[in-house]
């Protein structure tokens, strides 16, 4: 037991450092925002989806840099995304009167993002079909394949570039930006020390349970690096303002895909992860992309019916990776 209660307490203490860091960077993001008069869209797309994802970002360079671990940042990142997927939307819808999206967020963010799942899926495929030492169970991830997925996202700055330009919005002058900055800089720097601590204590507890990085990535650094876009998406929708909570998931998935694991492909220069296994849990993310937009088209509105529903299946995401963990099915880690 002492051996699982100190991995257990640093996981407790690393996530919260990740949630005090987090209510930071969102004040200060969102008073650099009203600053630079950007549209409500581009606030929460890109702007907050880029800094709640820096949990993400720091879980694939620390375990990619310092630990040599790239499986369990691609672990985290996809994980992270499954839950932002379905447990963020229904607790903002839960714990807001209502949670409303529009046909512009469907259309355009939901089907862009499924684009980037596609992109992503596509760059493992090549990893493994057509890169040397490649193989069906092995993908082996190069500097160049990033191409693909870094030049999409450019596409989708670009996208709300174009949409922001029609939208004039008035900026808040009160604002003293040097603070501001310096206050989210911080905010980074100690989210990447909580990250640190998770990376840390996910690691002992594969060792102590010998079980693989990757099952850790996908379930405890997931949730734990997932809590900035959970405050984000759950505050803004209780403020009426269910366009950046919705946003901000779709865009900080986005950002994930696209962004977050090339920059651990181009750190590590060339890595490898098993591609049978991200087969089934990118195939359960596709499945979560189509559950998110589906449900949230329906009459506009996440309802909190819908909600327990997207929880439900979140809850059998994690019985499937518990299992996995125990040995009972094999499906992940046992190719």
């Known amino acids: 037991m002492a051996v699982i209660a100190g991995p257990v307490a640093l996981v407790v203490v690393a996530v919260l450092v990740i949630w005090k860091g987090s209510e930071y960077f969102q004040r200060a993001a969102e008073r650099i925002s009203k600053y630079y008069g950007l549209p409500v869209a581009v606030h929460g797309a890109i702007v907050v989806a880029v800094g709640s994802s820096f949990p993400e970002i720091s879980s694939v360079v620390i375990s990619t840099v310092v630990h040599g671990e790239f499986s369990l940042g691609v672990g985290a990142i996809v994980g992270s995304a499954i839950f932002n997927l379905l447990v963020i939307?229904?607790?903002?819808?839960?714990?807001?009167?209502?949670?409303?999206?529009?046909?512009?967020?469907?259309?355009?963010?939901?089907?862009?993002?499924?684009?980037?799942?596609?992109?992503?899926?596509?760059?493992?495929?090549?990893?493994?079909?057509?890169?040397?030492?490649?193989?069906?169970?092995?993908?082996?991830?190069?500097?160049?394949?990033?191409?693909?997925?870094?030049?999409?996202y450019g596409i989708y700055l670009f996208l709300?570039?174009?949409?922001?330009?029609?939208?004039?919005?008035?900026?808040?002058?009160?604002?003293?930006?040097?603070?501001?900055?310096?206050?989210?800089?911080?905010?980074?720097?100690?989210?990447?020390?909580?990250?640190?601590?998770?990376?840390?204590?996910?690691?002992?507890?594969?060792?102590?349970?010998?079980?693989?990085?990757?099952?850790?990535?996908?379930t405890v650094i997931a949730a734990g690096t997932s809590l900035p876009d959970a405050f984000v998406s759950i505050r803004a929708a209780q403020n009426d303002d269910s366009v950046t909570s919705l946003t901000n998931v779709l865009g900080s998935n986005t950002f994930n895909l696209l962004v977050?694991?090339?920059?651990?492909?181009?750190?590590?220069?060339?890595?490898?992860?098993?591609?049978?296994?991200?087969?089934?849990?990118?195939?359960?993310?596709?499945?979560?992309?189509?559950?998110?937009?589906?449900?949230?088209?329906?009459?506009?509105?996440?309802?909190?019916?819908?909600?327990?529903?997207?929880?439900?299946?979140y809850v059998v995401f994690l019985v499937w990776m518990t299992l996995e963990s125990i040995g009972l099915i094999d499906t992940v880690q046992g190719i």
């Open 160 to 218: 709300h570039q174009q949409d922001a330009s029609d939208q004039p919005v008035e900026r808040a002058l009160n604002v003293k930006p040097v603070r501001e900055w310096g206050i989210l800089i911080v905010a980074l720097l100690v989210i990447a020390v909580g990250v640190e601590g998770l990376v840390r204590a996910v690691l002992s507890l594969g060792e102590t349970f010998g079980t693989p990085s990757f099952l850790w990535g996908l």
């Open 89 to 152: 939307p229904a607790l903002s819808a839960l714990f807001s009167e209502e949670l409303n999206a529009t046909r512009s967020l469907v259309h355009k963010d939901a089907q862009f993002y499924v684009i980037s799942v596609l992109v992503l899926f596509i760059m493992f495929a090549l990893g493994a079909t057509y890169v040397p030492g490649g193989t069906n169970t092995a993908a082996v991830l190069t500097p160049a394949l990033t191409i693909f997925p870094l030049a999409t």
């Open 260 to 313: 977050a694991i090339p920059l651990g492909v181009l750190l590590g220069g060339s890595v490898t992860i098993n591609f049978l296994a991200a087969i089934p849990t990118m195939g359960f993310l596709a499945f979560a992309t189509l559950v998110f937009i589906v449900f949230t088209r329906t009459d506009l509105e996440l309802t909190n019916y819908e909600a327990f529903g997207f929880l439900g299946l």
